[in-house]
């Protein structure tokens, strides 16, 4: 593994799960019209 992570300076996993679930609750839900559109690829 080329990633070197300092795990005594993460928040707790608590903390983080916490932060997410803030973001995800105060998230706004989009609907998308259902059409034929053509996507470029």
């Known amino acids: 593994c080329t ?3 300092c ?7 608590r903390s983080v ?3 997410l679930k ?4 105060g998230a706004s839900r989009v ?3 259902n059409t034929e ?3 470029p690829v």
């Open 7 to 13: 795990w005594m300076r993460l928040p707790s996993f």
């Open 31 to 33: 609907m998308m019209p």
């Open 17 to 19: 799960g916490d932060a």
């Open 37 to 39: 559109v053509e996507v």
């Open 3 to 5: 990633v070197k992570t």
């Open 22 to 25: 803030d973001r995800f609750d």
